[in-house]
């Protein structure tokens, strides 16, 4: 049987593709794609979780917006992504509608009303997420597992210390990470090695769908303005590998580790501690990911754009 997800995001080049892979994959049912501000406002994000799924033909998953804002903190977004929080592609009118449940109540309700079969997969600022622990304390129990992109055990992105999803609400993301529920961080190590290559583009372009294009524009805007920020040839795609984690667990290596967030450092907010050996004698309970099957995971990212095509 196929694993439900619930995927809470901020699109988003790399959200883009999480969505995609997350509905193309048969071995996962995407139940429901709630947004937050992160990558852009609330606004643009889910405005653009609707783009993607109109062209990908997604139109049987319900969006629900969420939170418009960290929770206690304003907002940064990142200018990586552009103007819209999705540049490049020339985007159709969105026909794909969103739904008039607030996000934190639509996540509340889906895992309360499950039989403890249902996972998350956060691909942006935590807000969404800890604020449905806030609401119903009992969906930690509920979840099956939980998986998020963010953090690092080397370094950041945005600071020399910090991820930027961790950065951009590390009060949320604290919350998350001190709740006992199984959970998986797919962090900056590991994403960085899911690098969209001139040869990774070329075989989604060999596809020759109308889809198939869109991402290819998708990436190609990504390459320019990820290369002028980070000095990366080629852009990490970072998300779809959190998606990967359940789709295809064959593909990432993980290690157990006890994580905390940063919340008060003036050089360190955001940071993700990492403690792969037990040194501050807290139990290892987060697993975290340190290695990817690179050919394997764009074949699944391939062959799901195709399914979808």
Known sequence: MP????????????DALAILLAHGSPELEL?????VAGNQTLEKTTLNARRVCTVARIGDVPIAAGCAGPMVRELVTAQVHGES????PVWPEPTVAVSEEHAVEFIVRNLMASDGDVSLVATGPLTNVAMAVRREPRIVAKTAEIVLMGGAFTRGNITPAAEFNIYVDPEAASIVFEQ????????LDLTHQALATPEVVASISDLGTELS?????????????????SGFADPPIH????????????LIEAEPAYVAVETVGALTRGMTVTDFRGRLGQVLDTRVAVRLDVAGFWEKMVAAIGRLG
């Open 3 to 14: 694993r439900k997800i619930i995927l809470d995001c901020d699109p988003g080049h790399d």
């Open 31 to 35: 139940i429901g794609i709630t947004t």
């Open 85 to 88: 929080g999705l540049d490049g």
């Open 180 to 187: 006992p529920w199984t959970r998986t961080m797919v962090g």
């Open 213 to 229: 294009r869109v991402v290819v524009e998708l990436l190609e805007f990504f390459q320019g303005s990820y290369a002028s920020a």
């Open 239 to 250: 998300d779809p590998c959190a998606v990967a984690v359940l789709a295809y667990p064959g």
